[in-house]
């Protein structure tokens, strides 16, 4: 291993120095090394997967050969970042055995070096398997996109009393568990600076306010890429889905009116050859 790849240890350090961690999802080899080099901490092969790269309604019908096929290649494109491979539905709630089973192949199939599950109290005892078997674990609360029918849709969680007190207990659960860090999605602010001061793990907010330990993203939301509608949480950086059409338009023209290829192009070959075939 590298002496400046990202571990848990950097990620607790960080945590300790008030530096911001910076997490981005990541799902091919391409994206991955653009990610890596403009110096990411960390990486996250998300099950969204299933929905911007499969183009699923959900991430429910994502499976672990579908995962292991995108974390390898990511794997492939990351030298610094530490890549977190996302347990996708039904690969740890049957049983802990399962879970471990599954954690285990991102782990032997892929360089990933810590996966990530959903859930709190309910998942004690996976995070607890998981991390004795040696794993890095990476919990998930909040809106978790796993229990989207249970939910009853893509919702703010944490809203009123019961459910903020809820969910501080899961927060320190998933702590106690022996999780290394904690994603927390679409959470009032206020409620995830208070998770955030509670816990001694690093916090990783999307839509959970400035004041957790970090950020994450979804690439194709933040670079402008995914065709559907976005949550209000995300932050366009770029339009990319204008540029690409506008040079695949400008592509098409250029053919039609055989503009393209010019001559820096083609390849030639001598006059003489050529005068032979004819
Ligand atoms: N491209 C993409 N980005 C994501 O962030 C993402 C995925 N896919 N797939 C899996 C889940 C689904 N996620 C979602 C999807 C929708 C909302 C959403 O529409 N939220 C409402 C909240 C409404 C409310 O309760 O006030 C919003 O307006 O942001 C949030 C998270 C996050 N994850
Ligand atoms: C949005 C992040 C946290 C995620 O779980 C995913 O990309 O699947
Ligand atoms: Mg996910």
Do not use: W
Request: proline share 4%.
């Amino acid at each position: 291993m590298s002496k400046d790849k990202v571990t848990t240890a950097t990620v607790k350090q960080m945590k300790a120095e008030g530096r911001p961690i910076t997490m981005l999802t990541a799902y091919d080899f391409s994206m991955a090394k653009l990610v890596d080099d403009a110096g990411i901490d960390m990486i996250l092969v998300g099950d969204s997967l299933g929905n911007v790269m499969l183009g699923y309604e959900s991430t429910l019908p994502v499976t672990m050969d579908e995962m292991i096929h995108h974390v390898k290649a990511v794997c492939r494109g990351t030298s610094r970042a530490m890549v977190v491979a996302d347990l996708p539905f039904m690969s740890y709630q049957v049983s802990v055995k399962e879970a471990l089973r599954n954690s285990g192949r991102f782990l032997k199939e892929t360089t990933a070096s810590a996966v990530k599950l959903e859930g709190g109290q309910e998942v004690f005892d996976v995070i607890r398997a998981v991390v004795d078997a040696g794993i890095p674990v990476v919990g998930h609360l909040g809106l978790t996109p796993q229990s989207v029918h249970q939910m009853g849709g893509y919702k703010v969680q944490g809203k009123d009393e019961a459910a903020a007190r809820k969910l501080l207990a899961d927060a320190k659960c998933v702590e106690e568990a022996g999780a290394f860090c904690l994603v927390l999605e679409c959470v009032p602010a206020p409620l995830a600076k208070l998770v955030t001061e509670s816990l001694q793990i690093p916090t990783i907010g999307i839509g959970a306010g400035a004041q957790c330990d970090g950020q994450v993203l979804v690439i194709h939301d933040m670079l402008g890429l995914y065709p559907r509608s976005s949550p209000k949480f995300v932050k366009k950086y770029v339009n990319l889905h204008e540029h690409m059409t506008a040079a695949l338009k400008q592509y098409i023209e250029e053919v039609t009116e055989r503009s393209f290829p010019g001559p820096e192009h083609s390849f030639g070959m001598s006059e003489e050859v050529l005068k032979k075939l004819y």
